[in-house]
């Protein structure tokens, strides 16, 4: 074998292992933490409920112990079941109504003549900068004389609306790529606007779409500050406001707190899993090309 060839094989050699090194870096850094976790979550502690939980074990070995109770009182206690209830018919709704919004608006910037068009883009751009907290009270003010407020439909339409400045940027972006010989072929034809959407845009950029989807409902899962404000009573609570409360109002930590956040990760960890196809199909590869 040649000298060049044999530096080029131990060069790809220690570059397959230094990858191999990586990976398994950061498998660690994500399991490690689950599985610490998810043994707080299992382990025995003297008290109630409400006792006796606002600290970690002090051991986490065999004679910390197993059991699933923290789940049970997690779950009928604690509130995660009517939380469950609450995310699960706003988020999707909300996650939804923000990729609709998204994908007609990316479209209209991306190829109508919109006017001003890269005015109102680079307007809309600015708005990410704008914290949450900035217009949380502004936006609950404007839901109680509205009437959206303290309601699981007036929460997914604010999500909707304000998580869907992302999605319009990124698919805006998307849609730049899409030929335009397409759609004048399309137009040629006598396809309106709306058909040429329909029966061609749409097919063609679902990888887009879905992963925006996904996307945004896992944002929506963990989001708080909204929830908080939104839904002030506190009668329906989302999952990662219930979260809060095992260290806020119930005063509680530990294995209450851990099964808690154990049982809210399950949904995202269900939706990754589902969905990784087009997590890696929409975020790899671009629209159709010329």
Do not use: C
């Not at 910037?109 to 914290?131: D, E, M, R, S």
């Not at 119930?250 to 960890?269: F, Q």
Request: avoid cysteine.
């Amino acid at each position: 074998m040649p000298r060049t060839d044999r530096i080029r094989s131990a060069v790809d050699r220690v570059a397959s292992g230094m990858r191999a090194a990586a990976m398994f870096g950061a498998a660690l850094v994500v399991v490690l933490p689950l599985l610490y976790v998810l043994r707080i979550a299992v382990a025995e502690v003297p008290g109630g409920f409400f006792e006796q939980q606002t600290t970690l074990p002090r051991t986490l070995g065999p004679e910390a112990g197993f059991t699933l109770e923290n789940f049970r009182n997690v779950w009928t206690l604690g509130g995660m079941r009517e939380a469950f209830g609450t995310s699960l018919a706003t988020v999707p709704l909300g996650a939804a109504i923000a990729t609709t919004v998204a994908s007609l608006a990316g479209f209209a910037f991306a190829k109508l003549a919109v006017p001003a068009g890269n005015l109102w883009f680079g307007l809309l751009a600015v708005t990410l900068g704008v914290p949450i907290p900035a217009i949380a009270i502004p936006l609950l003010t404007q839901g109680l004389s509205l009437g959206y407020a303290d309601s699981r439909i007036g929460l997914a339409i604010a999500y909707g609306a304000l998580f869907s400045v992302f999605g319009t940027i990124f698919m805006r972006y998307y849609y730049k790529s899409f030929p335009d010989s397409l759609l004048e072929a399309a137009r040629i034809d006598g396809a309106g606007t709306i058909r040429i959407f329909v029966r061609i845009v749409f097919p063609l950029s679902a990888p887009a779409i879905a992963t925006l989807f996904v996307i945004t409902t896992l944002v929506l899962w963990g989001e708080l500050l909204l929830a908080l404000v939104l839904l002030p009573r506190g009668t329906d609570n989302t999952v990662s406001v219930a979260v809060a409360r095992f260290t806020s109002e119930y005063g509680t930590g530990g294995p209450a707190l851990a099964a808690a956040a154990v049982l809210a990760a399950v949904p995202i960890m269900l939706v990754i899993s589902v969905a990784q196809h087009w997590l890696r199909t929409g975020l790899s590869t671009g629209s159709v090309k010329e």
